[in-house]
């Protein structure tokens, strides 16, 4: 069996892997007790130990985890920003292209892509390399996210019973418009500059909808090439142009592991909108579907879709 660690398996994107994994035959799961969780030197022996470890943890402390492992043999599938953008890392987005894919088949370190990201990436690259809209074009988006993707500590602070009412709003982050994010979103679709972004936090606990809103374009065509660039992907899908519905809710794939794209619009304006799970797609799904493609297995195996 493939002996997988979880150096971080007490936040929320280390718990969501860990349950997915917990009941599957292929694998064994390499726990720490409690006590020894930060332990530097336990956690050293098991992430030399595994043949595939997760790295659920700060950015700091994901490239101290890379530091500590003493074995070449193990793969690393990291799922903070610390490594995003290294040209050393393969970015695992397997549904951009056959390269994407290939290159999480055959590496030992992959970057495990962040949620925000994934919504805009999974639209906005394929429109660029497509050439449907030019990579210097002012891209504007927004996302709409549930609380869970901000740890222990925004999940405590939404489910107080004494909380601010005004959590019950939605809220605007982000304003200084240099969100962590950004460097993916432009290097990874290629783009001359990065997106003006505005993520927006929602009083629900799972869900995701990320938009890009781009004037001058056709959006049937838009749609069309979404739909030719997604045909066959079981996790990443295209709905029927115009959506599966007129309306668009954050929370319709939460607890899911799959992505749904909707084109909206017109012949002179459209919306492109990723609607998929924080905690699914958008962090632990997407870090187990790049385990199931090192492993060799159907990249569907274990996830919810």
């Excluded at 030719?228 to 899911?256: C, N, Q």
């Amino acid at each position: 069996m493939t002996k997988v660690f979880i150096d971080g398996s007490a936040g929320t994107t280390g718990l969501r892997i860990y349950e997915r994994l917990n009941d599957r035959k292929d694998i064994e799961l390499l726990i720490l007790p409690e006590e020894l969780r930060k332990n530097t030197d336990a956690r050293r022996q098991m992430l030399s130990l595994a043949d595939i470890a997760f790295l659920c943890l700060p950015d700091k402390a994901a490239v101290e985890a890379v530091s500590l492992i003493e074995n070449d043999h193990v793969a690393v599938i990291d799922t903070s920003t610390a490594h995003r953008t290294n040209a050393d890392w393969a970015y695992g987005f397997a549904e951009l292209s056959a390269a994407h894919r290939e290159a999480i088949r055959n590496s030992k370190r992959i970057a495990n892509p962040g949620c925000h990201a994934s919504g805009f990436i999974s639209t906005v690259y394929p429109l660029v390399a497509n050439g449907v809209i030019p990579a210097d074009f002012p891209l504007t988006a927004y996302s709409l996210t549930g609380y869970s993707g901000g740890g222990k500590s925004l999940i405590a602070e939404y489910e107080d019973e004494n909380r601010d009412v005004r959590h019950e709003s939605h809220r605007i982050y982000g304003t200084s418009l240099a969100h962590k994010h950004l460097p993916e979103m432009q290097k990874i679709c290629g783009l001359a500059k990065a997106p003006v972004f505005s993520p927006i936090l929602g009083d629900f606990y799972a869900g995701m909808a990320t938009s890009v809103l781009l004037p001058g374009f056709d959006a049937h065509k838009l749609w069309e090439c979404l739909s030719d660039h997604y045909a066959g992907e079981k996790i990443v899908t295209v709905a029927p142009f115009g959506g599966d519905e007129a309306l668009v809710y954050a929370s319709t794939y939460a607890g899911k592991d799959t992505m749904r794209i909707q084109v909206s619009g017109h012949e002179e304006q459209a919306m492109v909108t990723a609607i998929f799970d924080n905690l699914g797609k958008g962090a632990s799904g997407a870090a187990i579907q790049n385990m199931n493609i090192l492993l060799g297995v159907d990249e569907a195996t274990g996830l919810n879709i």
